[in-house]
């Protein structure tokens, strides 16, 4: 630790640190635009000029300057406050003028800072630098004019996303951030860029001249799209939904956010359900609450609890989910399913389906195997963290499965189960590298897990992370990567076929007479037996409501107050950011009430108590937001026979990453990036 | 008050407002819809207190803009009713809070059908 002294406040901040973060500890607050914290140090913007006693007599840019024992630093003497008002003056010579109409205004920097650093009027008489404008993609929209060249977009997208296509050419007033030769950011990160630039150079396309931050209700929430559970903000104006900003969390997502998740929020708007539908006489009618309820019921009568059914949706919150069980179990039916792709995921212990590890324990780990999985496709905030940790030191990462770029160097041992077998026996060099790691980890996606021998990959895993050393006491490298924001979270409630109860299979194709579908389209519709009368829940019209006999019109997850549980398994809770469209309702409350119809009652009126209810189901549900980490108590493998591995290749599990569920598929700007970054599957699709 | 017309002068006013009416009132004049204006027939040095009977239902803005100028001594005496403008309407009574008040077009007693804002969705229907 180094003594430093900031304004006469003495601080200890560990050596190696630069003066801006001496100057944070001692509460002293430092304008910058270059400096990010999880950024590579550019010390190009010059904002953060201090003075520093027994220097020589000139300011010093802070962030690039090392902290020295006895240091007595000034951040607020008359020499400092001229600096930065010249700096001020130099970055405003060729900013334009037109806050009015940019879309950063009233959350933009150069605003904030100008307005506490700069001076009051302006000296400068000569005409305007102007930049031509960059085509990035659908994403992000950009008005070069306004960059101030503080590279910090050039810094996330070489450092973080890992795709070093943004760069700088000329120099001095020339100076250009561009792709080189224009072409879409590939990123699945590029949505962060935006929120990094301190001007408005870079900003959202989608939302260009929609609204201004202070006319927006803003509401702390869960991401759903992808199964990390993102914190995110959700931003309101009325009845809906403008825009989804990441929150910070260090443990999830930092403080960065996928463009699904961010971009989709336009899909909130289209194809939605607000109304009750039943099919009359082959044909779906608008109807009402009464008579959805009167026509699910009249099938109902006379029908034996093993004859109903019920599958749990990618985008299901818990207290539906627990509320369609309990519903479930009044009927008398055992039969119920989440798993819509098929994975061969065992419910008996918490350990088989969860990201042990966790996502900020990745950081810790010395080597890494993936298998069947493509975490840029299926968790990009993953993916990122396996990055970050990859540049921090040497990190022997090996995959098996579909070559892929993942923005670092992964060592493909083959796309085979036969490989696996091959570590196991331990005639494949990398199970060395492994056994030699001290904190080893492996991530089986849910490519390696939906397939026929789905069952044995995954009890070959456990048992190569139990011969690998991954299942101590201390350190837990078993890990699922999920895609579904409900699955971990349905395991936890059992939401999987109880005691002679059926599975998916079983109930589709005319295993069940009446299969009520909550928000579960991500399956094969046709599949479902001719006579069978499907009840679909939901908020979007997609593959399940047009199978359906009874629409319900449920809620998004930025409409309902929901518990979401993510592939760490961590407890968190979305917040109602807007009320549902029309008809629709919170989901739990559908079923309570449908519940009520029947004379059944479920034993819970409100949010307390359903909540209540699922901490009784899963003690899990009681801790929210924090995860304690745990190591391996009982290495006793899945279910499955780790030897019957299938000689097939292992398949991409998502293969447009774009869209993926009901909202994404419903949002124009996904349905753009898809077209501009996933041009062969539209081709197909058409 | 034998100028001032029945239904003014009994349905107008409450008894109190009658009995004084009648002890100090003089019938100064009344407009189109039958309002009837008094004056304090007594000079008590300074100025004379105006007042109104309501045709009907007392409703302040039921005063057309030629008396109501008179009554709040604007003008010594009304504007005359002789010099109205081609352009100008009949002064109508605030209809607010009455079924005849406004109601935008996408209230549900006008038709419940508006235009297109921001802020709307798409709802599905089945087939799309």
């Known amino acids: 630790m180094v003594k430093v002294t900031v304004d006469g406040i003495e601080v200890e901040v560990p050596a190696g ?18 400096y990010h914290e999880r950024l590579s140090v550019a010390g190009n913007c010059r904002m953060c000029l201090v003075e520093i006693e027994k220097a020589p007599p000139k300011p010093f840019a802070s962030c690039a300057y090392p902290v020295n024992d006895g240091m007595v630093v000034h951040t607020d003497s008359p020499m400092v406050r001229k600096a930065r008002r010249g700096v001020m003056e130099f970055l405003l010579i060729n900013h334009p003028l037109d806050c009015p109409i940019c879309d950063q205004g009233g959350e933009c920097d150069l605003q904030d800072q100008a307005v506490a650093y700069g001076t009051d009027r302006s000296r400068y008489e000569e005409n305007k630098r102007a930049v ?83 006319e927006l209700k803003k509401t702390d929430s869960v991401d759903v799209l992808d199964a990390v559970g993102a914190n995110i903000r959700v931003d309101a104006r009325g009845p809906e939904v403008l825009r989804i900003l990441p929150r910070l969390n260090e443990d999830v997502n930092e403080e960065w956010l996928a463009d699904k998740s961010r971009f989709s929020v336009d899909g909130l708007k289209r194809r939605r359900l607000d109304s009750c539908w039943v099919k009359r006489d082959g044909k779906l009618r608008k109807a009402s609450w009464q008579e959805a309820f009167e026509a699910i019921a009249a099938k109902l009568a006379g029908l034996s609890g093993d004859r109903v059914g019920a599958v749990a949706g990618n985008l299901a919150d818990a207290e539906s989910m627990v509320a369609l069980k309990d519903l479930m179990a009044a009927l008398g039916s055992a039969n119920l399913d989440c798993r819509q792709d098929g994975a061969a995921l065992d419910a008996s212990c918490r350990d088989f389906y969860n990201f042990n590890t966790s996502i900020a324990g990745i ?100 048992k190569l992370a139990a011969q690998t050393g991954m299942l101590g006491a201390e350190w837990h490298g078993f890990n699922v990567l999920h895609t579904a924001a409900s699955r971990v979270g349905a395991l936890d409630l059992g939401f999987v076929p109880g005691s002679k109860g059926k599975g998916l299979d079983a109930m589709l194709g005319g295993g069940v007479d009446l299969l009520w579908l909550l928000g ?76 009520g119809f029947i004379d059944k009652p479920l034993p819970y009126d409100n949010l307390t108590a359903i909540r209540a209810r699922l901490e009784q189901a899963n003690p899990v549900f009681a801790r929210t937001n924090v995860l304690p980490r745990f190591g391996c108590s009982d290495t006793a493998g899945p279910a499955g026979e780790p030897t019957a591995l299938s000689g097939a290749p292992f398949r991409p599990f998502i293969e447009n990453y774009y869209q993926t569920d009901p909202i994404s598929r419903a949002s124009p700007t996904m349905a753009e990036c898809t077209e501009t970054y996933m041009p062969t599957l539209r081709q197909a699709a058409e | 008050m034998d100028h001032a017309p029945r239904h003014a002068y009994i349905t107008g006013m409450n008894i109190g407002t009658r009995i004084s009416t009648w002890l100090h009132g003089r019938v100064v004049g009344r407009d189109a819809i039958g309002n009837v204006y008094y004056e304090d027939k007594h000079d008590h040095g300074g100025r ?24 709040h001594y604007t003008t010594d005496a009304p504007l005359p009713a002789q010099g109205r403008r081609p352009w100008q309407k009949p002064h109508l009574a605030n209809a607010t809070g009455t079924p005849a008040g406004y109601r935008p077009p996408g209230h549900d007693y006008s038709g419940g059908k508006r235009a297109a804002a921001t802020g709307d969705y798409e709802a599905w229907t089945p087939g799309t």
């Open chain 1, 17 to 34: 640190s630069n003066v801006l973060q001496a100057c944070e500890a001692a509460g002293k607050e430092i304008p910058r635009f270059c």
């Open chain 1, 132 to 214: 031509k404008d960059k085509n990035l993609g659908p994403l992000v929209k950009t008005v070069m004019t306004r960059c101030i060249h503080c590279t910090r977009c050039i810094r996330f997208s070489t450092e973080v996303a890992g795709v070093p296509e943004l760069g700088a050419t000329a120099r001095g007033e020339s100076m250009e951030v561009g792709t080189y030769v224009e072409k879409a950011l590939t990123s699945e990160l590029s949505g962060n860029l935006i929120d990094i630039c301190p001007v408005g150079a870079l900003t959202s396309k989608p939302y260009a001249f929609v609204a201004r931050p202070w």
């Open chain 1, 363 to 462: 950081e810790e780990a010395d080597a890494l195997l993936i298998v069947g999985s493509n975490p840029r496709r299926e968790a990009p905030l993953i993916n990122a963290r396996i990055r970050k940790r990859v540049l921090a030191g040497p990190f022997p990462v090996a995959g098996i499965g579909p070559e892929a770029d993942l923005t670092y160097g992964v060592d493909w041992l083959g796309n085979a189960p036969a490989v696996l077998a091959s570590l196991l026996d331990g005639t494949h060099p990398f199970a060395a590298t492994l056994k030699a790691a001290n904190k080893p980890m492996i991530i089986v996606g849910q490519g390696a897990l939906a397939r026929p021998d789905g069952a044995a990959v995954l009890a070959a895993c456990w």
């Open chain 1, 520 to 595: 579960a389209d991500e399956f094969d519709t046709a599949r479902i037996g001719a006579g069978t009368f499907v009840v679909y829940q939901g908020h979007h019209g997609d593959r399940g409501a047009a199978r359906a006999d009874v629409i319900l019109p449920g809620a998004a997850y930025t409409e309902k107050n929901g518990t979401y549980v993510n592939t760490e398994g961590r407890v968190q809770r979305g917040q109602l950011a807007v009320y549902p469209p029309g008809e629709a309702r919170e989901d739990w409350k559908i079923l309570r009430a449908f519940s």
């Open chain 2, 48 to 71: 004379r207190r105006r007042w109104v009977a309501y045709a009907g239902e007392p409703e302040a803005s039921k005063v057309p803009p030629e008396w109501h100028a008179w009554l």
